[in-house]
């Protein structure tokens, strides 16, 4: 177990939570005695960072702003004292015109949903499934482009979304890299969904960047999460907590997995069975 955080970095769904769900209340407390002690809260989300996610402490019954904010899987990165402001550039109409019309064969056959994400950008495709009840969870609108490549593409993004079956899945990471592995790489944040971005971001560059700017070491930082997209998170900090309930590949890379799931609390559970007791920081 790592001897001394400094640095907590956690992924929201699935991990902290369910998705769309309150933190539970073992999680806040463990928050809080972390936070008590000085120790920097933050997010490492695959969502693009806005008002609602800047005020996510308050909306889950805290105290106190989260520290630092990583998004879009490490394309950018906020913290409360500004040290590490870094945005990842947008992926051009060009390169996802080209994306989309060398998918579009098999976007059509299996009515695969497609949305992206960042620069304002709201398209989608064959809006359904996963991609419709996010679109409930979160409040989010969007703009209904299915069919219509040049209406897709009309403005720039950060990454594309497709969400689809395990199996068809499979055939997207297959073409994916086949065609544009130099430049981009699919990642999984759900089972039959995947997503397309530059293959030079992810969370654990982020945290890096994030730690570098603070002056903070690797092996002072624990991080949480459940899915592929959390694999560089788990596997660049000090030391990796995979969820109960996450892949098996997460597990793999992890340096130890929660008894408990999301649900119940595992990652405030884990904090308080494994630091916070040991090191006398825990009055319950």
């Excluded at 699935?14 to 809080?32: I, N």
């Excluded at 002690?37 to 997010?43: P, T």
């Excluded at 979160?138 to 594309?160: E, V």
Aim: net charge negative; hydrophobic share 40%; aromatic share 10%.
């Amino acid at each position: 177990m790592i001897e001394s955080i400094r640095a907590l970095a956690a992924d929201i769904d699935m991990t902290l939570t369910a998705k769309g769900g309150d933190l539970p209340e073992l999680t806040k407390k463990a928050f809080d005695a972390l936070h008590a002690d000085g120790v920097l809260l933050g997010l490492a989300t695959g969502r693009e960072l806005n008002d609602r996610l800047y005020n996510q402490g308050a909306e889950w019954g805290l105290d106190y702003p989260f520290d630092f904010l990583i998004g879009m899987n490490g394309g950018q990165i906020c913290d409360l004292n500004h040290k590490c402001d870094w945005t990842m550039d947008l992926m051009s109409r060009e390169t996802m015109k080209d994306i989309l019309t060398y998918m579009m064969p098999l976007i059509e056959k299996y009515e695969v949903s497609v949305n992206v994400e960042g620069g304002g950008n709201h398209a989608a495709m064959y809006i359904k499934g996963e991609l419709f009840a996010s679109m409930k969870r979160r409040g989010w609108k969007f703009d209904d482009y299915t069919g219509d490549i040049d209406g897709f593409c009309a403005k720039p993004c950060f990454k594309i979304l497709f969400r689809t079956t395990p199996e068809v899945e499979q055939m997207i990471r297959k073409m994916i890299p086949e065609k544009y592995g130099d430049r981009f790489q699919c990642v999984g944040t759900f089972p039959g969904t995947v997503e397309v971005m530059d293959k030079n971001i992810t969370k654990g560059s982020g945290l890096e960047k994030f730690a570098k700017a603070n002056g903070i070491d690797m092996k002072d930082i624990i991080a949480f999460g459940d899915n592929e997209n959390d694999n560089s998170l788990l596997e660049a900090a000090g030391w990796g907590v995979c969820l109960a309930n996450g892949s098996d590949g997460t597990k793999a890379v992890a340096d130890d997995v929660t008894e408990l799931d999301c649900f119940a609390g595992g990652a405030g559970d884990y904090l308080i069975e494994k630091y916070l007791k040991p090191k006398g920081l825990w009055n319950e």
